[in-house]
């Protein structure tokens, strides 16, 4: 299993967080706290690239969604780019699909922002 | 471990449930272990012994449903209980965040030889589905969907303090499950 980890870059307005290892109970309040920061920097447009990520858990999935629904109260959004194939039969198979958006592009996913 | 060796091994002995987690425990493979578990509690059985030797983690959904047998235990007669032995540090910090601490039996002694171990005779199967690397019925949305959401469910029941942490997980999943029933 490898450890989870992320690196934060910044494309204009979005912050592009790159998650990779395992996102799981163990780990899942480090991506929290990083999250939580942004929000408090008033960063909320953020996307979260997952090319990287071998595995998340179901409570991991389910604060994604508490944190799209933070960050749209802020007129933001959380959106996920490059998700697995594995993880993402995951997303679409619980309907998450339908309140998370995901990009398969970076530059689709950050001018994305732009459009809204 | 070789790949074939992972997954959930169950047996019964004098009314003690034992449970061997190889691998992870996820939503993906809670399914079969709930519904063992449901079996084995309505035939009687008041005690379980769930061995995480080889457990490489768990995500919250399979902790849920490990605390639904927890609760339901605790409800039938409250001297019953489920027994977490060989836990791992990580895994033992997953069940201090939840609170699953304080509803189960655990030990934390890396693993006493003899301590939870079954009687030598004990019939042991493996669950099908239980090797999240070779899954090969694919999951069903609605139920799966169900699982998590009592799981996470029984989370909340376990400790209040999982309730802000799983808020939005639950309420999407209600949402879904509610109208799935109400569309028939």
């Known amino acids: ?116 | 471990m070789t790949e074939s060796a992972k997954g959930i091994s169950v047996g019964c002995a004098n009314k003690i449930v034992y449970v061997r987690v190889v691998g992870r425990g996820t939503f993906q493979n809670s399914q079969p272990l709930r519904r063992y578990a449901m079996e084995r509690m309505n035939d009687g059985c008041s005690e379980f012994v769930v061995d995480l030797a080889n457990c490489d983690g768990m995500d919250s959904t399979f902790l849920g449903v490990l605390a639904g047998i927890g609760l339901r235990l605790r409800q039938d007669r409250s001297d019953d209980k489920l027994h977490v032995v060989n836990v791992s540090a990580r895994n033992l910090q997953l069940l201090q965040t939840l609170g699953l601490d304080r509803l189960f039996g655990i030990d934390d002694t890396g693993g006493n030889p003899g301590n939870g171990q079954p009687p030598a005779d004990t019939q042991f199967q493996r669950l099908p589905d239980s090797d999240v690397t070779t899954l090969t019925t694919p999951l069903n949305k609605n139920t799966t969907a169900e699982l998590m959401l009592d799981a996470h469910d029984n989370l909340m029941r376990a400790d209040q303090r999982n309730a802000p942490r799983f808020r939005d997980l639950t309420k999407f999943l209600r949402q879904k499950t509610e109208k799935r029933k109400a569309d028939g």
């Open chain 1, 1 to 116: 299993m490898k450890d989870f980890r992320f690196e934060r870059e910044t494309r204009g307005a979005v912050q592009l967080v790159r998650l990779s290892g395992s996102l799981d109970m163990y780990s899942f309040p480090r991506l929290e706290t990083q999250v939580n920061a942004l929000f408090q920097q008033g960063q909320y447009c953020i996307v979260l690239d997952c090319r990287e990520l071998d595995y998340i858990g179901s409570a991991g999935l389910g604060a994604l969604i508490g944190f799209a629904k933070q960050a749209r109260q802020q007129a933001g959004d959380v959106k996920l780019l490059n998700v697995p194939d594995r993880i993402y039969k995951i997303i679409e198979l619980l309907g998450f699909t339908k309140v998370l958006e995901v990009h398969s592009e970076e530059s689709s996913a950050v001018d994305s922002f732009a459009k809204k």
